[in-house]
């Protein structure tokens, strides 16, 4: 079992709608998890963090976390084109480390 | 705030030459800064943990040897590859830990050895 475990897609949503992001954990003392956006050919950009259970609104951006599902997804309302990317659901391991899955490409279409 | 400077962007190189790649957080110190790799539509791989004053963390299966890292100060750290040959190239990325214990990222250096 990996890690970190995401859908690698393509998810595929029409401009406006809300895209889904899934993303699941093996390590239940997890405490830390991250959202990244990649687009193709660049670095990954910080969407957002959360470290509670519930769910944490930034925007357009909701990350929701689920500890006792060992659970965390990202909700994108009112989907643009410019939010087609890879997204990376990141888990802290330890006091430093960031594991990564394998990436969710959106394509949103207009 | 949180900005990581990545330089060169592009690094073009001959096989069996060295080559340095820098990683500068810029409104921030960071003790600590990561170095990945990243092969085309596969997820990050990390390749060493640094901490500034100190040896650089390895993962497994990454040569030391071949990839010094260097983490002088505070707010620099320097990935070299040494004698590098058409397999070293790849995308290499480096982050820093900043607010919040997330890590940020720099623009990336996309390395083609020829």
């Known amino acids: 079992q990996k890690e970190v475990e995401q859908n690698s897609g393509p998810l595929s949503v029409p401009e406006g709608a809300i895209a889904s992001l899934n993303c699941t954990y093996s390590?239940?003392?997890?405490?830390?998890f991250f959202w990244y956006r990649q687009y193709s050919g660049k670095s990954p950009e910080l969407i957002m963090f959360?470290?509670?259970?519930g769910d944490k609104e930034d925007g357009r951006f909701t990350a929701q976390l689920n500890k006792a599902s060992q659970y965390v997804s990202l909700l994108i309302r009112d989907s643009q084109p410019s939010d087609s990317a890879t997204y990376l659901c990141?888990?802290?391991?330890?006091?430093?480390?960031?594991?990564f899955g394998q990436g969710t490409r959106l394509t949103i279409n207009p | 705030g949180a900005v990581v400077s990545q330089h060169p962007s592009w690094v073009i190189c001959k096989s069996g030459t060295s080559v340095k790649i820098e990683c500068r957080s810029l409104?921030?110190?960071?003790?600590?800064m990561f170095w990945y790799r990243q092969f085309p539509k596969q997820s990050l791989m990390l390749m060493a943990t640094?901490?500034?004053?100190?040896?650089?963390?390895?993962e497994q299966g990454v040569e030391k040897d071949k990839f010094l890292i260097n983490h002088a100060s505070l707010t620099l750290s320097t990935l070299t590859v040494t004698s590098a040959h058409p397999e070293d190239s790849s995308f290499y990325i480096c982050?820093?830990?900043?607010?919040?214990?997330?890590?940020?990222f720099g623009a990336g250096t996309r390395l083609s050895v020829l």
């Open positions: 990141a888990v802290k391991k330890g006091a430093q480390k960031l594991v």
């Open positions: 390590d239940r003392g997890s405490q830390s």
């Open positions: 982050s820093a830990s900043g607010t919040y214990k997330a890590q940020y």
């Open positions: 640094s901490n500034e004053g100190s040896k650089a963390t390895y």
């Open positions: 959360i470290y509670s259970n």
């Open positions: 409104d921030f110190q960071a003790t600590t």
